[in-house]
């Protein structure tokens, strides 16, 4: 696909700004770099609507919250993958009704579980690739870590 601005771009950037709001090309490329990363980030929400309870999409700046709960050796929310920008702050928060000990693959980032109590384990998600949250004792899958 060939930009819009093709040959004409300096010229375009030599013009005044009105005079660069009139031109086009221009008013083309503009709806196009508006537009589709809407599009683009439409299809990640929808994607991840159905995932993790009402989470917003993954802010590189922001910290990642991933809270899960097991209770009766069932996992709440059920496992998702769970999509992370490389360099964001992960915060998962774990809470079991018994002892367990929870566990991030590759990472190898883990916090002991006591019954009842929240757990926290936090890193920076700077490798990417797909990870695997588990715990040991019960053997309980709690999501994938999507990190790119
Ligand atoms: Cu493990």
Same mark, same amino acid.
């Given at each position: 696909m060939r930009s819009p601005l093709g040959r004409s771009a300096r010229p375009a950037f030599a013009l005044s700004f009105p005079a660069l709001l009139a031109h086009r090309p221009f008013i083309g490329l503009l709806r196009r770099l508006v537009l589709v990363p809407l599009l683009g980030l439409a299809v990640v929400t929808g994607a991840t609507?159905? @995932?993790?309870? @009402?989470? !917003?999409a993954p802010a590189p700046t922001g910290v990642k919250e991933i809270t899960v709960t097991i209770a009766a050796r069932k996992v709440t929310p059920p496992p998702v993958r769970v999509d992370v920008a490389k360099g964001q702050k992960v915060r998962i928060t774990v809470t079991s009704d018994v002892a367990d000990f929870a566990h991030v693959h590759g990472y190898d980032k883990g916090a002991e579980l006591k019954p009842g109590t929240p757990a926290t384990i936090e890193f920076v998600a700077d490798q990417s690739g797909l990870f695997e949250a588990e715990t040991h !004792?019960?053997?309980l899958q709690l999501f994938q870590l999507l990190v790119r």
């Open positions: 609507a159905c @995932g993790s309870s @009402g989470a !917003d !004792d019960q053997e």
